[in-house]
């Protein structure tokens, strides 16, 4: 007997579980429904000890109704009541952004749109300033409304000194327009904006200006425009700025990086901030594209010592490398090894170290991050978290000082404040979930399997029901997310509810969620197994894994599921269409089903410029005749990140060939479905219940009652 049918064999059979079950009652559901989140995170007893930073690197932090004080000299926390009336704040909330206005470094200013052009206002006097006078629709100033961002938030840079920002003026006057219509009484209404699609002639292009504030004036980059690309996303924007963008301490000089269409080529450059003189430093050209980071953009300018960190995957890992800034030559590569550097949270110019997250370096799940150090000459790294698990770090404002919060999908979170050079200051808090398994919780089972080339190890996790029938098996249901930008399991720290996979569990499924190839977090060549590809969605590799793991679970091969949202959708539609004799039921929510509909730079990132892949190839509706088993489509008909049109030609195609399909739409819905979540999890509960387990669902079940 293996192991696992041995701790099965005390187990009790109970409620929706039994193989016989015929028809689910309201029961069953109200059981299941007690493992989502809203139920199992009061009966955590945890408290995430964010810090809020206050002079000499000491910080508070509010647990239940007291207010903590931590002081990294007396090594201890004590109560206090100096700061129970203010709200705790991030970092990064702190004299960044108000509303649509980005506030400068000294906090007396803040630039904002209006009328198509940037705008700054004196915060003492309230006094409102034009800085540009040019602006016009669909080419104005510091915009983000391109493809599937359309805000009204300024993205600007702004200089150390609080004198100047670097901006843009976009232009997107040729770009072609989406258009989506509301469902109502009377007259629709119809939304209209901007929003490429790969293979269009004109795609949004930024002209970089620096506006010196105090005159005003505007410096224009000697430059021709750049596309909207940036070097870790598809928008401008993603840091929660300006992306790019690096100020010389003296305001003299900025950096920034130019991006091609299709992410491929990466060029450094340095601007003068007073006269738009551009040098040339260095580029990078990539065969498939070009990323700086993972989470985060990780290249530093360093003036005073003309010098850059740059990050690259060129030896197959993200590592960081030094620059002369002066000759563009690579001075020494810093990092090295069958790892890679997450994000860089510290440049420490004084000390010449750098204090990064990495990742795949220790023993174990590759996607855990931990803290570590390292001089600029590559010399001296050091682990400064040495605990198993997925760290999260909040540096001091002098940098000397962290508080690391670290967990497991299966082990609590634990948070200790530490120095940075390693020790150990004091522990802070750990979490206590008694309260939650006395419900009769368990986390998910972390695993490990061959992907489809059955050599490259991949993980996921695994929910099976909280009592079992050690006599029978259980259909499957595999959530995907196929990415490449992300994947299906998201975070690998502690939850207790990873959306509804453990309440489908309950209803009598084992659900797994794996982590495929293509997606990040891994080699270079790992992230770039289906690039030109993306029909691929990593599904040989659900294959192979549900396979493998039914030699260690009670898994009913002949009866698979799958479910994603978004790139999720795309990807199981895909599996009805592309594997219709290996997954049976399928609901594809919100699919990118044709990339060609989707917006440009994600598709011309990750799958190449039109004319190098062949997209139509990779459309879901090509293969509609091939259905076989039952099929969900569900999309907001006011989707604009997604625009539903991808679906309808699903829908179109499945018609034509003359196949049976289940249609949901959401009239006024956007991309998430908004108030119609709990309607639609309780459609896919019933999907999965009629059509995968065999059983008859209770009629209109209601979410979340009391």
Known sequence: MNKYFGLMAATVVAGAAHAQTTQLTADDYRRAEQFMGYNTTTLVDWTNPYPNWVEGDRFWYRSG??????????????????????????????GRRTANEVVSPNGKKAVFIKDWNLWVKDLDTKKETQLTTDGA???????????????????VSWSPDSKKVATFQQDQRKVNDMFLVTTNVGAPKLEQWKYPLPGDEYIPTIRRVIIDVETPKVISLNIPPDPHRATMSDDISSSGSFDDIDWSPDAKEVAFVSSSRDHKNAKVRI???????????????????????????????????NEMIWYSERDNWGHLYLYDSRTGNVKNQITKGNW??????????KE???????HGREKGNPYFAYFYKIGFDGKGLTLLTPETGNHSIYLSPSGDYFVDVYAQPDVPPVANFRNTKGALITGLE????????????????????????????????????????PSRKYPVIDYIYPGPQGGSVGSWSFSPSRGDNQALAELGFIVVVIEGTSNPYRSKSFHDMSYGNMAENTLPDQIAAIRQLSKTYPIDTTKVGIWGHSGGGFATAAALLRYPDFFKVGIAESGNHDNRNYEDDWGERYNGLVENSDYAAQANQAYAKNLKGKLMLVHGMMDDNVPPYNTLLVVEALQKANKDFDLVVFPNARHGFGEYSSYMMRRRWDYFVKYLLGAEPPKEYLMGAK
Request: net charge positive; glycine share 8%.
């Open 271 to 305: 601007a003068n901030s007073a006269t738009g003189e551009v040098r040339e430093v260095f580029e990078e050209t990539v065969k498939t594209q070009f990323e700086s980071g993972r989470g985060a953009i990780n290249w530093r300018y360093l003036a005073k010592t």
């Open 65 to 94: 109704n007291k207010v903590l004080l931590v002081d990294p000299k007396t090594k201890v926390k004590t109560e206090t009541m100096a700061y129970g009336s203010m709200p705790s704040m991030s970092m990064s909330q702190r």
């Open 352 to 358: 010449r170290a750098i204090y990064f997250t990495g």
């Open 430 to 469: 750990k979490a206590d979930i008694s309260r939650l398994q006395a419900k009769g919780w368990k986390a998910p089972t972390p695993v490990s399997v061959k992907a489809a080339d059955g050599e490259t190890d991949i993980y996921g996790l695994v929910f099976t029901p909280t009592k079992m029938d």
């Open 340 to 349: 890679l550097v997450g994000k860089v949270l510290k440049v420490d110019e």
């Open 137 to 155: 629709k669909d080419y104005g100033y510091a915009t983000d409304n391109a493809g599937w961002k359309h805000s009204d938030a300024a993205i």
